[in-house]
RNA sequence: AGAGAGGUGGCAGAGUGGUCGAAUGCGACGGAUUCGAAAUCCGUUAUACCUGCAAGGGUAUCGGGGGUUCGAAUCCCCCCCUCUCUGCCA
């Protein structure tokens, strides 16, 4: 979430860059918050002094007992008795403002970067370049849905028989496949200078609300309800609240990390034409890096995430473009995100296969992720994050694209070593 | 899962109703001493919020929440977690 200082001191930037999200009633949003926050420090003086007071009370008690005057005490007493009233009226009021003024900020979304496009729908996102030739397929080629099947690779079938539909089984060459490019995303993320953590896949609503998809994405997660814990929908929720309410030494800066985990997505009511076989899945694979920066690196940081996204993708030989999001397309939490996609030349479209974000300080504010500055002073970290790689579209690509006339897959040559096979069928 | 013990500052560890935000030790930082270092000595060493131009002042926080009391780290209730033993198990 947004600080009320920065509603405060930057109203106009913070205005203005909610309009690029077409969010609506902006200004009345945030004169509400700043009303609360006025209200709020009012209720924390008057709680203040009137505590104050009373301790003061509590110790002269103390000493009249002491010493035995009986009479005094109670006359003190009394007094405490109606600053008590006064404390508990304050308090009261206090917490609920509180709440009030945490629900109001939880509905603002974060600030967009002044690079941001202006726009609503995905159509008018920036395409900031496109690498790659789309491959000239043979003449029977097909969508890898129907290439799957005919390898016998993935099923959805016997996904659909265990657990429900989106959730695939791999068999033979294609989990084979699926082992090795995790191993060859992780080994490049190593390579790249970021640490591997293998992070719990079930998360408490607390890092939940860390990471920002509590409240507003409730719907989004699989909650198992005996235990009160979410299932993640990517690695960025377990990996980023690893530093939830932590004051990070300098020198520890920035912090990269990277890891592969399933990620688990409901996609409520995001079933469509577009979504055919690998499209979209209710569980998915996916490695992931993250990092905490101070604010001055941040965007630096961002760019070399992209960087080397770009730089898996052109070792896959897939043909992609990056996309800079408008803000009617960016994500709730994000300041400037890029994503990535992929050609799928069966398919005929770009399938988004990494998405790739600065939030500045937007979630670490909620995690109380903080760094001590050069005067020694705790200030707000950025946090970042992207996909380098998810599979499943990336998988389609690989089939669709190198599809051979036999009716078998050229792989590229990085994963021959990962798979111990260079080609499926 | 059952029984027992316990959760205190960066760490270790005292504190069982009053001047305790908390002894002491270690660590860290600053200074003295030294040619320099070790040792020694002196000092500093949490976070958030309110107030103030600032210096400062105030409030809260001893796993979390609630309660008793003029006053709670300390007493009571609920929850969470850790450790030991037993059971179960990849």
Same mark, same amino acid.
């Given at each position: 979430?947004?600080?009320?200082?920065?509603?405060?001191?930057?109203?106009?930037?913070?205005?203005?860059?909610?309009?690029?999200?077409?969010?609506?009633?902006?200004?009345?949003?945030?004169?509400?918050?700043?009303? /609360?926050?006025?209200?709020? +420090?009012?209720?924390?003086?008057?709680?203040?002094?009137?505590?104050?007071?009373?301790?003061?009370?509590?110790?002269?008690?103390?000493?009249?007992?002491?010493?035995?005057?009986?009479?005094?005490?109670?006359?003190?007493?009394?007094?405490?008795?109606?600053?008590?009233?006064?404390?508990?009226?304050?308090?009261?009021?206090?917490?609920?403002?509180?709440?009030?003024?945490?629900?109001?900020?939880?509905?603002?979304?974060?600030?967009?970067?002044?690079?941001?496009?202006?726009?609503?729908? $995905?159509?008018?996102?920036?395409?900031?370049?496109?690498?790659?030739?789309?491959?000239?397929?043979?003449?029977?080629?097909?969508?890898?849905?129907?290439?799957?099947?005919?390898?016998?690779?993935?099923?959805?079938?016997?996904?659909?028989?265990?657990?429900?539909?989106?959730?695939?089984?791999?068999?033979?060459?294609?989990?084979?496949?699926?082992?090795? /490019?995790?191993?060859?995303? /992780?080994?490049?993320?190593?390579?790249?200078?970021?640490?591997?953590?293998?992070?719990?896949?079930?998360?408490?609503?607390?890092?939940?609300?860390?990471?920002?998809?509590?409240?507003?994405?409730?719907?989004?997660?699989?909650?198992?309800?005996?235990?009160?814990?979410?299932?993640?929908?990517?690695?960025?929720?377990?990996?980023?609240?690893?530093?939830?309410?932590?004051?990070?030494?300098?020198?520890?800066?920035?912090?990269?990390?990277?890891?592969?985990?399933?990620?688990?997505?409901?996609?409520?009511?995001?079933?469509?034409?577009?979504?055919?076989?690998?499209?979209?899945?209710?569980?998915?694979?996916?490695?992931?890096?993250?990092?905490?920066? +101070?604010?001055?690196?941040?965007?630096?940081?961002?760019?070399?995430?992209?960087?080397?996204?770009?730089?898996?993708?052109?070792? /896959?030989?897939? $043909?992609?473009?990056?996309?800079?999001?408008?803000?009617?397309?960016?994500?709730?939490?994000?300041?400037?995100?890029?994503?990535?996609?992929?050609?799928?030349?069966?398919?005929? +479209?770009?399938?988004?296969?990494?998405?790739?974000?600065?939030?500045?300080?937007?979630?670490?504010?909620?995690?109380?992720?903080?760094?001590?500055?050069?005067?020694?002073?705790?200030?707000?970290?950025?946090?970042?994050?992207?996909?380098?790689?998810?599979?499943?579209?990336?998988?389609?690509?690989?089939?669709?694209?190198?599809?051979?006339?036999?009716?078998?897959?050229?792989?590229?040559?990085?994963?021959? +070593?990962?798979?111990?096979?260079?080609?499926?069928?």
């Amino acid at each position: 979430m947004l600080q009320v200082s920065v509603l405060k001191e930057q109203t106009d930037r913070v205005l203005a860059g909610l309009a690029k999200r077409n969010f609506p009633n902006a200004d009345a949003e945030v004169q509400r918050i700043l009303g /609360l926050d006025q209200r709020r +420090r009012q209720l924390q003086t008057e709680h203040d002094s009137a505590q104050a007071e009373a301790n003061k009370l509590a110790q002269q008690i103390g000493g009249l007992m002491k010493s035995g005057d009986k009479a005094g005490a109670e006359t003190l007493k009394a007094r405490t008795a109606e600053l008590k009233g006064q404390t508990k009226a304050a308090a009261e009021e206090l917490t609920q403002v509180e709440k009030d003024l945490q629900d109001a900020l939880y509905r603002i979304p974060n600030v967009p970067h002044e690079s941001v496009p202006n726009g609503r729908t $995905p159509e008018e996102n920036e395409v900031v370049r496109e690498w790659g030739a789309k491959p000239e397929l043979p003449a029977d080629a097909q969508p890898h849905w129907e290439l799957i099947k005919k390898l016998d690779i993935i099923d959805f079938e016997l996904g659909n028989k265990i657990t429900g539909a989106g959730f695939p089984v791999y068999k033979g060459q294609g989990a084979r496949l699926q082992r090795a /490019l995790i191993n060859f995303f /992780l080994e490049q993320a190593l390579d790249a200078g970021y640490t591997e953590i293998q992070p719990p896949i079930l998360i408490n609503e607390a890092s939940g609300y860390g990471t920002g998809q509590l409240p507003d994405k409730e719907g989004q997660m699989y909650h198992a309800t005996a235990d009160d814990l979410y299932l993640i929908p990517t690695a960025e929720v377990p990996i980023t609240n690893l530093y939830r309410d932590e004051i990070i030494p300098a020198e520890r800066l920035p912090i990269r990390n990277t890891g592969y985990t399933p990620c688990f997505r409901r996609e409520a009511g995001s079933w469509g034409a577009h979504v055919r076989g690998l499209n979209r899945l209710h569980q998915f694979d996916k490695v992931e890096i993250v990092q905490i920066a +101070r604010p001055e690196d941040s965007y630096a940081a961002l760019d070399g995430m992209v960087a080397h996204i770009e730089g898996l993708l052109q070792q /896959l030989n897939l $043909p992609y473009r990056v996309l800079r999001l408008c803000g009617g397309d960016m994500g709730f939490t994000s300041a400037l995100t890029f994503d990535l996609e992929v050609w799928s030349a069966a398919q005929q +479209r770009w399938l988004e296969v990494s998405s790739a974000s600065n939030f500045e300080t937007y979630q670490a504010n909620r995690l109380k992720l903080r760094y001590r500055d050069e005067n020694n002073k705790t200030q707000l970290l950025h946090t970042l994050n992207g996909s380098a790689l998810a599979l499943p579209r990336i998988v389609a690509a690989l089939l669709e694209n190198n599809q051979q006339a036999d009716g078998t897959i050229k792989l590229p040559e990085v994963l021959h +070593r990962y798979c111990g096979f260079q080609q499926l069928g």
